[in-house]
């Protein structure tokens, strides 16, 4: 399939699936003419990395996780759990330091509110 049907399958744009390629995401496809030609394979390591990058993950977080099952078509339980993990903690650490910023404006809205009364 051409890169067109590929975005239309994966929803990515083409942009991005060339991208994906120059980063090595997804593999060097062949070609036929001038035209690059993907697989099935391909629409599903797209759809994977969009849904990774959903959920927060970067380009470079997911490269070595998706480069491997590109070569492999296998992925990697133990790696893709390890990634998970360690976005989710990041995630919670976020979520605290943004809990402590709202306490620190609820407390600086109470004073400035004090001094104004």
Same mark, same amino acid.
């Given at each position: 399939m051409y890169i067109g049907k590929l975005a239309k399958l994966s929803g990515a744009t083409p942009k991005a699936i060339r991208l994906y390629e120059a980063m090595g995401l997804i593999p060097v496809p062949s070609r036929q003419g001038q035209y690059r030609v993907y697989s099935l394979k391909?629409?599903?390591?797209?759809?994977?990395?969009?849904?990774?990058?959903a959920v927060g993950f970067s380009l470079a977080e997911l490269k070595p996780l998706v %480069?491997? #099952?590109a070569k492999t078509n296998q992925l990697s339980i133990e790696e893709a759990n390890l990634l998970i %993990?360690? #976005?989710?903690?990041?995630?919670?650490?976020?979520?605290?330091?943004?809990m402590s910023q709202d306490q620190q404006l609820m407390a600086l809205h109470e004073e400035l509110n004090r001094i104004s009364a």
């Open positions: 391909d629409v599903s390591l797209v759809h994977m990395i969009r849904r990774a990058q %480069a491997l #099952k %993990a360690r #976005k989710r903690e990041k995630l919670r650490n976020d979520m605290d330091k943004i």
